[in-house]
């Protein structure tokens, strides 16, 4: 079974009840909605599909946060060619006979000095300061394009200082929370306080079991990476906002040094954008996009976010399918060892160990975890086999969709049962997970945010055991 798993962003091309139906059928393990642009009704209708056709354990939902974002005013498209002059102003409004583009913000507007390099549709279209004045700004295109009213706005290496959470985002945490999603995405995430001010807010709306996934795609994010990581439950790749702040070439490279800090963290690392934006109109993947996700899988990412390609895309289907075949291919190569991780305490030395054994005598691994903790524990130290985690939490057990190598399953277990481990035998047994002859190494955690009961066990039938 595929360990890393697969989360699609989906809008018009996919919000159908066809498509939705398929990607469950291809083992899709998260949905993501980009609040910036989606229409309430509409995602409810949406989710409401997913709950139906997936049930409790359907993929787990996502919502993404706009965030502080900086967009274009009200215009008519205005063609540009590289080399064409136009002019930037502090205005809701501008005029395309004029090339006046209108910049609603006060305080990105007075940030721009010659010589940046300005940055609309996160880089589609690049333009050139030259002359700042006090009521406009002259800007030279640097490529072809067309400008269009409410597309990203950014300064190419500058971040503008604006709120972590806007009123818009306060709406859409709300929203989320009503509708049962599992998962929030902080945009923009440059500290932990900011991943506080969202935990926070979701306490106030009675969401506080709801995850938070930090979005690192500013230069502040990397470099406050290991705090973020610690108050986050779960840290995305932004590739595409990173490009803003750092040179494309370095891109990799920082895309590899957040998975392991992350990793070492004991938490899911989601790596997204373009990973195979080809497909938005080819159906097939170019050789390139090929190599980049599967050197992704090969660096220990937890899952892969499709985006526009999704969303927008001609070909969203066919598109998880090549996915899924990539990974397939990228995972039988990889060496899969917990030696290179090591543990940060005394529950994660337990969970090695656990791994070690698993490992050694080929045993699988069933997992009862309350909160999640103990299967995320594991998962760190990248055991061979499938990691089984049962819970009777159906939000845990959707929320660890996201994790690398765990296939949660529901149970109705109390974790004070000494028969516990007998009891967690015989689901498994009735799952199919374990038959006659099978050896299994079964954990738990009998205290809150813990690992601390192992046995292994042989099992001789119906879920008898076997010291």
């Not at 940030?111 to 549709?121: P, Q």
């Not at 699988?364 to 049962?390: C, D, M, S, W």
Request: hydrophobic share 40%.
């Amino acid at each position: 079974m595929r360990r890393t798993k697969i989360a699609v962003t989906l809008g018009p091309a996919s919000w159908n009840e066809k498509l939705v139906r398929g990607f469950i059928r291809e083992g899709v393990d998260a949905f993501r909605f980009n609040f910036a642009h989606e229409n309430y009704e509409v995602v409810k209708r949406v989710v409401r599909l997913i709950k139906d056709v997936g049930g409790k354990l359907h993929p787990a939902l996502i919502g993404d946060l706009q965030g502080p974002v900086i967009r274009i005013g009200e215009i008519e498209d205005i063609p540009v060619r590289k080399g064409d002059v136009l002019y930037l102003v502090n205005s809701e409004k501008g005029d395309r006979e004029s090339k006046l583009v209108p910049i609603p913000s006060q305080e990105a507007y007075e940030m721009i000095d010659e010589g940046d390099v300005i940055l609309l549709e996160s880089g589609r279209i690049a333009l050139s300061a030259e002359e700042v004045s006090y009521d406009r700004i002259r800007c030279r295109a640097l490529m072809d394009g067309i400008i269009k009213a409410h597309k990203t706005f950014a300064i190419k290496g500058k971040e503008i200082p604006l709120p972590a959470l806007t009123e818009k985002d306060l709406r859409d945490v709300k929203f989320g929370v009503e509708n049962g999603f599992d998962l929030i995405s902080l945009s923009f995430t440059r500290d932990s306080e900011d991943v506080k001010r969202l935990r926070e807010a979701l306490y106030d709306m009675k969401g506080d079991d709801v995850g938070i996934v930090a979005k690192i795609e500013t230069r502040r994010g990397v470099e406050n990476l290991s705090e973020i990581t610690a108050e986050a439950d779960a840290v995305l790749v932004a590739r595409g906002d990173l490009a803003i702040y750092f040179n494309l070439e370095e891109i990799p490279l920082i895309q590899r040094r957040i998975v392991e800090v992350t990793r070492k963290r004991g938490k899911p690392t989601i790596v997204a954008t373009q990973l195979l934006e080809s497909m938005i109109e080819s159906p097939i993947p170019t050789r390139s996009e090929v190599v980049d996700v599967m050197r992704a899988v090969m660096d220990g990412v937890d899952a892969l976010l499709l985006t526009t390609e999704t969303a927008m895309g001609r070909y969203p289907l066919e598109t998880v399918i090549w996915l899924k075949r990539i990974i397939k291919v990228a995972e039988e190569r990889v060496e899969r060892g917990s030696e290179e991780i090591r543990p940060e305490n005394i529950y994660e030395l337990l969970a090695k160990g656990v791994v070690t054994l698993s490992n050694s005598l080929k045993a699988r691994i069933v997992a009862f975890t309350e909160y999640g903790n103990t299967a995320r524990r594991l998962a760190k130290f990248r055991p061979q086999l499938l990691i089984h985690a049962y819970t009777g939490n159906p939000r845990v057990a959707r929320q660890l969709r996201i994790c690398w190598g765990v296939k949660p399953h529901l149970v109705s277990l109390n974790k004070k049962d000494p028969m516990i481990l007998s009891k967690l035998s015989e689901a498994a047994v009735k799952d199919g997970i374990l038959s006659y002859g099978d050896i299994a190494v079964f954990t738990a955690g009998m205290r809150p945010g813990t690992t601390d009961v192992v046995k292994v066990e042989r099992i001789l039938g119906e879920g008898l055991l076997e010291k």
